[in-house]
């Protein structure tokens, strides 16, 4: 059943082409890449219980290295992921081994705070990233020597590829035994701690997958968008991804990629309305968190929970018991 | 020589500043365990009472928008209050957001009335002029600054540490539940703390305002300078985030001057050394 709901997903992506106009596929593009990074970023919030409000600092460091790779380097789209997943390690493996120990409301700050440095040094370091006027100039990339991704459609096909795939190395990641162990973590860390479970290095395990998979997303965006500037490391896009984290629910990966959708699609209608839309993020942020605890996902957890209720009620009565 | 002891008090007025911004949050975290993400945005708040009655033909000041902003935070804090309330059994990531939602919501808003520009109120006329000082000249108002936040700091810890109200907050912080048992009405605690910590933001917010300048994106800036801070002093301490709130001036302006290369790495780098040697930050206890 899983797969079939999978299979059925890649098919409408792969079709959406032949659906909709070119803008519309570039704005799918746009929600399967901040989907990944809230997947990735859902890994640390809703599996190891690491509230991250600064994800986009793995966002843009990733962009920033496909970006200068692909300007002073090669055009070669593949060597471009591969520098964002390594910067994206090089930057998660000092900052999970400084924050992880921390946990709850510190691991918070100093996550808040490591973007945001990040950010004034993108701002700072002209001769580099271009200071506040972003990244231009980034040349259209190859799939292999000769053959350039310069269509919008043909960069759309490679993000979903890439979507897809790392969406499931992150749901393989989440229901391995190391995951398992994560949510136990989370849930009881003093309990797994007394059981011989080493609660930091799971933590930190889930930190660096989480920071590559959001450094390879921040990648691939520069690859579509062949632009990079300070903002895809700043704060807003960190609680972006946090509130489509809140919303798709903290219990489930795929609830992301349905709160990657929403907002990226209200966001688009709200700021060509309106020229601003921090309202409209604030307002979602505030209703779900009063009325939709669990988000989207415990939404459809207590649906699926009722009607198993009712089944269950209706098999009894049909069996002869009381009704 | 002078130019370094003029940063140095530059700084000192920045870090008292911040001081003044950073108390009330660490003071709400330790008594209520909420972070509160909107302390920025109250700040800002400060800030437009100012620039609102300094710009209108009201004939007002900075003076007159101390009270008026005294009294904006504290409605502020206390209408956050409540909004908090219904969720303090929940997840402390859940309330965190709520705020942080608000202040996306107030950020909208402030745009909508006072646009995108930069605003630097003047100071009050008797202060808006340099003095000289070790033969050279400094702006009056930035002693001033010192001088004021020197006492709101002294006022602070005397109210925390010597009165009956700051016995019963730091009982509050250590152990709420007790606090409760022996009789005192913990809503009213946290209620005004909640206040009392917007209003001294909302002061912070004006007293800055001829110095910062106000502007959307300073709400940001200030949480974020102010989380710096009391993560390096200790969630929960007063003295922490005194030291902290001077040791982070300190950074931002002799330290940019000594290493100017370097002035984006500073701040993290004075932080993640701290963090490295106690992971709870200077004054803190471990909090869960």
Redesign the interface.
Known sequence: MRWVVRLAVLALLMAIPFIVNEYRVGLVAQILIFGLAAASLNVLVGVAGLPSLGHAAFFGVGGYAAGLTAIHLTQSVWVCLIMAALVGAVLAVPAGLLSVRLGGITFLMLSLAIAEILYSASETWRDVTGGSDGLSGIPSLELFPGFALDLVVERYYFVVVIFAVLYMVLRRFVDSPTGWSLRGVTSNSERMASMGYDVNRYRFVAYVVAGVVGAVAGGLNVEYSRFASPEDLGFALSSLLLVIVILGGRKRLEGAIIAAAIIVYIRQELSSQFNTWEFGLGLILVLVIYFLPGGLSGVRDQVVKALARRRALRVKTTEGGTP | MSDYLFTFVNGLARGLLLFTMAAGLSLL?GVMRV?NLAHGAIVLAGGYVAVTLTARATGMGLIEALPIALVVGALIGTALYFAVK??LH?D???Q???T??????????A?LFWGTQVYSPPPPDFLNRSIELLGGSYPLYRLVVVGVGIVIAVAIFVVFERTRLGAILRAAVSDREMVAAVGFRVPLIMGGVFAGASALAALGGVIGAPIVGVRLGLD?ETL?LA??V??IGG?GSLKGALIGALLVGQVQTLGILLLPQA???L??GV??IV??FK???LFGET??
């Open positions: 975290f972070l219904p969720l929940r402390h990531l859940d965190g957001l709520l942080l939602g608000f202040a996306f919501i107030f950020a909208d808003i745009e940001t974020i989380l710096v009391i993560v969630l002035s984006a790495f701040l993290f932080m993640a963090l490295i992971p709870a930050g909090v869960k």
